[in-house]
């Protein structure tokens, strides 16, 4: 394929992320911040979007991979057993939904960069607990990053905290804690499930994925609350509410489609460098379209996290370049690689 090919495919695939996820933030925002109706409801129940979202990727997911297993494109012996992910969907399940009721107590931009910032846990328990050696530049990186998080949660704008449901950010900040900490049993279980099928396409644990996912939120939404039922009422009484969801599902899917083939044509750092870019203009637009101004303190916080993390995904680029898998590139894998799964 000739280079110009290769340039008007990645400004495909770079364009099918951005618009698929900036559209989803967007909306996300809205459902966690608007008032819906003559009687000003707030859309309360955030966490079953991730059971709806992940119900519109199982089917659009099972559409697909039918269609490549009628094709021939994808053989039964080189799958793993739809079963092999039930584990992986718990944590696949209650991550997400932790990241998502952060958003009533901290800002849609402060959760973007908190969830940013995996490889901040991962290189301090490699450090503390396993006694692994980083080099001073991944330090360096480190600290702008968890230092950056923490200079933009000091202080929030009145205007935007006064759009929030419950406003109180330490709350905020160990929900998406715990969404990072479940969201790295998930990778190490999909990791675990590719080392044993090698051959398993990215399409078949997109389905099946989303399948556990799934039925695990709708046995909460519909079997031990009622979170479903209240749901449905809602957007049943604010067609808006029902249009902002149903995006936000269709975003979703084909997010993770475009993910997919990203990783599949260009490698896993390209996709890290196109979805850590774009996270920045997730906040950009939250400032911008949704009216969320930032104080000048943190536009400075942001621009110390992403130029951590730029510079982390640009430094092991070049040590994959030299073929060499340093301490940096286990922790920024565990920082990405779930991006193969889930919306970012």
Request: hydrophobic share 45%; proline share 3%; aromatic share 12%.
């Amino acid at each position: 394929m000739g280079w110009w090919k290769q340039v008007v495919l990645l400004l495909f695939c770079v364009a099918g992320i951005y618009s698929a996820y900036l559209t989803q933030g967007i909306v996300s925002e809205h459902l966690a911040t608007k008032r819906y109706g003559a009687s000003q409801e707030r859309f309360s129940h955030l966490e079953s979007l991730n059971g709806a979202q992940a119900l519109a990727c199982f089917l659009w997911a099972w559409v697909i991979l039918f269609v490549m297993q009628q094709t021939g494109q994808v053989k039964a012996g080189q799958t793993a057993h739809w079963t092999a992910y039930w584990k992986a969907g718990i944590s696949n399940s209650l991550g997400p939904a932790f990241g998502m009721i952060a958003l009533k107590n901290i800002t849609y931009s402060a959760q973007v960069l908190v969830k940013s910032c995996k490889m901040v846990p991962v290189m301090l328990a490699g450090t503390l607990l396993h006694g692994k050696r980083y080099n001073t530049v991944e330090y360096v990186c480190m600290s702008l990053i968890g230092l950056g998080v923490a200079l933009f949660g000091k202080k929030s704008s009145t205007k935007v905290a006064s759009k929030l449901a419950s406003p109180n950010t330490l709350l905020g900040y160990s929900l998406c804690l715990l969404n990072l900490a479940l969201d790295g049993y998930t990778n190490a279980a999909q990791d675990q499930i590719n080392h044993h099928h090698p051959r398993n396409p990215p399409i078949h644990m997109m389905c099946w994925m989303n399948f556990w996912t799934a039925l695990y939120y709708l046995a909460y939404l519909f079997g031990f609350t009622q979170s479903g039922t209240d749901m449905i009422s809602f957007c049943t009484r604010n067609p808006d509410a029902a249009l902002d969801v149903l995006v936000f599902c269709l975003c979703g899917a084909f997010g993770q489609l475009f993910i997919f083939f990203t990783i599949k044509t260009f490698g896993s750092l390209v996709n890290t460098l196109v979805c850590t870019t774009r996270k920045f203009f997730n906040i950009l637009i939250s400032v911008v379209v949704n009216a969320n101004p930032l104080l000048p303190m943190q536009w400075t916080a942001v621009c110390m996290v992403f130029t951590g993390l730029i510079a982390s995904s640009l430094l092991k680029a070049r040590g994959h370049g030299r073929g060499k898998h340093s301490q940096q590139g286990s922790a920024q894998h565990a920082a990405t690689s779930n991006g193969r799964m889930k919306h970012q």
